[in-house]
């Protein structure tokens, strides 16, 4: 970097104009005695003293930068950002990105047109699932989603200058599909659990993941949030008897700036307690092996007949090369761990005994739907960590509730003058 050897350029008149020269260009400030001119005098020097590169003579024009480089940089910036490349958000991000490289990847980013983004968006609605070409894979609010990704990631070239901020103006133009677009298909919204549904299908869990579901009913986390936890991630001398689970990592971290904890009460440190022995500080307190060994422990209990010589043989080959599993459950695992539970209870069920499909997140909708209903809407925000009343709204169901109620109360105030 080229250093001043004394001091800045001084102030000088061309016609009219206040100019300074520096490294043999000659640089216009405005009207020469103005107070505009020596404002911009003053920022000269500033900057020069800051960054004296910015004024020596122009370099060779950069390439223009290609959308492919501009993906390929923020997906490495984003496999820190939500921890690893596992993360369902960085997935969300890769295959949105990825139509979009599709179409335009060797493209110079600023060529990115609202008609392009368009275009991408079209390719996104014309997508359908392997094997089922009347049925589309993305309904339209993923698909809104995945523009508003590809938003971002420009977004986010603009702040790191790999993009022209008129580039991320332009693409904000294109607004969402709305409700009833013709070629779209809507999703219903998620809803709670009801917990007698839950506990019929505990019966047919594991018991790794039945604890997992029992002690995700009772704190609201997130799927995720349960599933990453680790030993050392528990601290269990706390005062009252309560337990902590202080997140290392958490989705909302970058947003508050805060740590999260979560506090355990009694049933769910006695859940707990089963999982906590003999493993260290990193180990996942949760393990996809334990639960096959669990399962495996089930199926010899279970057994009738004798083991046969073959079995035997196929049991000491299996014991030389084990199996291996991940250290921790993904959101995937555990929610295939659940449906396999209900298929396998339906299978034993009659037809009016049926469990109906569930997902895990639908218990963080329970957990806030009942503690609304039984202690209040800001009770039930604090648990479930949001930050405004508005995100809690969308997990609280209890308006129906409420409804239902004041329809039982119901009185007819013209009924006294009936007949």
């Given at each position: 970097?080229?250093?001043?050897?004394?001091?800045?350029p001084?102030?000088?008149?061309?016609?009219?104009?206040?100019?300074?020269?520096?490294?043999?260009?000659?640089?216009?400030?405005?009207?020469?005695?103005?107070?505009?001119?020596?404002?911009?005098?003053?920022?000269?020097?500033?900057?020069?003293?800051?960054?004296?590169?910015?004024f020596?003579?122009?370099?060779?024009?950069?390439a223009?930068?290609?959308?492919?480089?501009?993906?390929?940089?923020?997906?490495?910036?984003?496999?820190?950002?939500?921890?690893?490349?596992?993360?369902?958000?960085y997935?969300?991000?890769?295959?949105?990105?990825?139509?979009?490289?599709?179409?335009?990847?060797?493209?110079?980013?600023?060529?990115?047109?609202?008609?392009?983004l368009?275009?991408?968006?079209?390719?996104?609605?014309?997508?359908?699932?392997?094997?089922?070409?009347?049925?589309?894979?993305?309904?339209?609010?993923?698909?809104?989603?995945?523009?508003?990704?590809?938003?971002?990631?420009?977004?986010?070239?603009?702040?790191?200058?790999?993009v022209?901020?008129?580039?991320?103006?332009?693409?904000?133009?294109?607004?969402a599909?709305?409700?009833?677009t013709?070629?779209?298909?809507?999703?219903?919204?998620?809803?709670?659990?009801?917990?007698?549904?839950?506990?019929?299908?505990?019966?047919?869990?594991?018991?790794?993941?039945?604890?997992?579901?029992?002690?995700?009913?009772?704190?609201?986390?997130?799927?995720?949030?349960?599933?990453?936890?680790?030993?050392?991630?528990?601290?269990?001398?706390?005062?009252?008897?309560?337990?902590?689970?202080?997140?290392?990592?958490?989705?909302?971290?970058?947003?508050?700036?805060?740590?999260?904890?979560?506090?355990?009460?009694?049933?769910?440190?006695?859940?707990?307690?089963?999982?906590?022995?003999?493993?260290?500080?990193?180990?996942?307190?949760?393990?996809?092996?334990?639960?096959?060994?669990?399962?495996?422990?089930?199926?010899?209990?279970?057994?009738?007949?004798?083991?046969?010589?073959?079995?035997?043989?196929?049991?000491?080959?299996?014991?030389?090369?084990?199996?291996?599993?991940?250290?921790?459950?993904?959101?995937?695992?555990?929610?295939?761990?659940?449906?396999?539970?209900?298929?396998?209870?339906?299978?034993?069920?009659?037809?009016?005994?049926?469990?109906?499909?569930?997902?895990?997140?639908?218990?963080?909708?329970?957990?806030?739907?009942?503690?609304?209903?039984?202690?209040?809407?800001?009770?039930?925000?604090?648990?479930?960590?949001?930050?405004?009343?508005?995100?809690?709204?969308?997990?609280?169901?209890?308006?129906?509730?409420?409804?239902?109620?004041?329809?039982?109360?119901?009185?007819?105030?013209?009924?006294?003058?009936?007949?």
């Open positions: 970097m080229p250093k001043l050897i004394n001091r800045n001084k102030l000088g008149k061309n016609g009219n104009y206040a100019v300074v020269r520096y490294k043999g260009k000659t640089h216009r400030l405005g009207k020469h005695g103005s107070p505009e001119a020596l404002k911009a005098y003053n920022r000269f020097c500033a900057e020069l003293t800051s960054n004296p590169e910015t020596l003579m122009p370099k060779e024009p950069k223009k930068t290609t959308l492919d480089e501009v993906v390929a940089a923020y997906l490495d910036y984003a496999a820190n950002r939500f921890f690893d490349t596992q993360h369902t958000h997935e969300h991000y890769r295959v949105a990105l990825g139509f979009a490289v599709d179409l335009y990847g060797h493209m110079p980013v600023d060529e990115l047109s609202p008609l392009k368009k275009t991408i968006r079209d390719t996104m609605l014309r997508e359908v699932q392997k094997g089922n070409p009347k049925k589309q894979r993305f309904s339209r609010n993923v698909i809104n989603q995945y523009i508003n990704r590809i938003r971002t990631v420009i977004s986010w070239g603009v702040e790191h200058e790999l022209s901020v008129g580039t991320l103006h332009a693409l904000r133009t294109v607004k599909l709305p409700k009833g013709p070629g779209t298909r809507e999703t219903k919204r998620r809803q709670a659990v009801p917990d007698d549904v839950v506990e019929r299908t505990l019966l047919f869990l594991p018991p790794v993941v039945a604890a997992i579901v029992q002690i995700q009913r009772m704190t609201g986390c997130r799927p995720s949030e349960i599933l990453k936890m680790r030993v050392g991630d528990i601290e269990q001398n706390r005062e009252a008897g309560l337990w902590h689970y202080v997140l290392e990592k958490h989705k909302t971290e970058r947003h508050t700036e805060r740590e999260k904890i979560i506090p355990l009460g009694k049933p769910i440190q006695e859940l707990l307690a089963l999982y906590l022995t003999d493993k260290t500080a990193e180990q996942a307190v949760f393990s996809p092996t334990q639960a096959m060994a669990e399962r495996h422990a089930e199926k010899r209990g279970n057994r009738k007949t004798k083991i046969t010589p073959s079995q035997a043989e196929r049991d000491r080959q299996r014991a030389a090369t084990p199996q291996k599993y991940c250290d921790f459950y993904d959101d995937n695992s555990y929610r295939k761990a659940i449906e396999y539970a209900i298929a396998k209870a339906n299978r034993q069920l009659p037809p009016e005994q049926q469990i109906p499909h569930w997902t895990p997140y639908q218990i963080r909708h329970t957990a806030g739907t009942v503690t609304s209903r039984t202690e209040g809407r800001e009770k039930a925000q604090a648990l479930l960590g949001h930050s405004t009343i508005e995100t809690t709204n969308i997990y609280d169901h209890s308006d129906l509730w409420i409804r239902e109620e004041l329809a039982r109360k119901q009185i007819n105030p013209f009924a006294k003058n009936a007949g």
